[in-house]
């Protein structure tokens, strides 16, 4: 393996969304035997955790879904694309039609609505998560000021399935536009063409390293492109079961040093670069 990729949420990080002293060292000596490491995430680059942005061995990120591609050190973009202008309201006037929670992420900051947050606790039970975007997302009177700008992302959380479900039915025939989840209650979109999978692939041919010679570690259905595109793919045992046919390997789960065991058996058995 000459990189490897990795999902936050799921999979890299525990549930309460610390990353593991064990998971740390295992990532420290796959670099240190030249592996290229990348985070592969649907969050913006500004809501990665600070610890990760922290460490000098991981240099690369795939963050909102595969729409921007970021050297940590030197802040290059490697990649960006953004929804057709056209396409964002039209998303969110859709959004508004539901029982929503709705945000925009806009050059790597998601944003979020002020009325909106003291509805967030009912859309997002989980102390964790919810701790996790009322720390990192930036508060605005509404997201309609912000609409005409570059928008890498349009996500929504919804009360039910079954208003996802919908939404996905009157969206999922634009070519425009890609859409996606990490649960079962959310939505993402970005624009078309765009996923992690294909951000692999860029990242890859940036590097001069073919997707055949990495391996990708996920979880969710944002992860099903990017474990596709990967020449070994693994996803965590409490990973969905959509994402788990897809796999070569299921490795141990978040809780359990899931991505450190996997990296510590994969450079036992291949030789230093």
Do not use: W
């Not at 990729?5 to 525990?14: E, N, P, R």
């Not at 294909?198 to 969710?220: P, W």
Request: net charge negative; with cysteine; glycine share 6%.
């Amino acid at each position: 393996m000459k990189l490897i990729a990795f999902d936050l949420d799921g999979t890299l990080l525990t549930d309460d969304k610390r990353l593991t002293e064990r998971t740390e060292k295992a990532l420290k000596r796959a670099a240190e035997r030249g592996v290229r490491l990348a985070v592969a995430t649907g969050r913006p680059l500004t809501a990665l955790p600070e610890r990760i942005k922290e460490l000098p061995f991981i240099h690369y990120a795939i963050t909102t879904d595969g729409a921007r591609i970021e050297k940590f050190q030197t802040g290059e973009i490697i990649y960006h694309k953004v929804i057709a202008p056209e396409k964002v309201r039209p998303i969110f006037e859709i959004f508004k039609e539901y029982d929503t929670i709705r945000e925009i992420y806009i050059d790597g900051v998601g944003y979020i609505a002020r009325h909106q947050l003291a509805y967030l606790a009912d859309f997002v039970p989980k102390k964790a998560v919810l701790d996790y975007l009322l720390k990192t997302r930036r508060v605005v009177d509404d997201l309609d000021s912000l609409m005409d700008l570059e928008v890498e992302k349009a996500h929504a959380l919804f009360k039910t399935v079954e208003d996802r479900s919908d939404v996905i039915r009157r969206l999922s025939q634009d070519d425009d536009l890609t859409l996606c989840d990490a649960f079962m209650i959310n939505l993402e979109i970005s624009a078309g063409g765009v996923n992690k999978g294909e951000g692999l692939k860029i990242l890859g041919r940036h590097l001069g390293i073919d997707t055949s010679e990495m391996a990708a570690f996920g979880d969710s259905n944002n992860d099903a492109a990017m474990l596709k595109a990967a020449g070994l793919s693994i996803c965590m045992a409490n990973g969905d079961d959509r994402t788990k046919r897809l796999a070569d390997l299921i490795a141990p789960s978040n809780y359990e040093d899931g991505v450190a065991q996997i990296i510590e058996a994969l450079i036992a058995r291949e030789p230093a670069v």
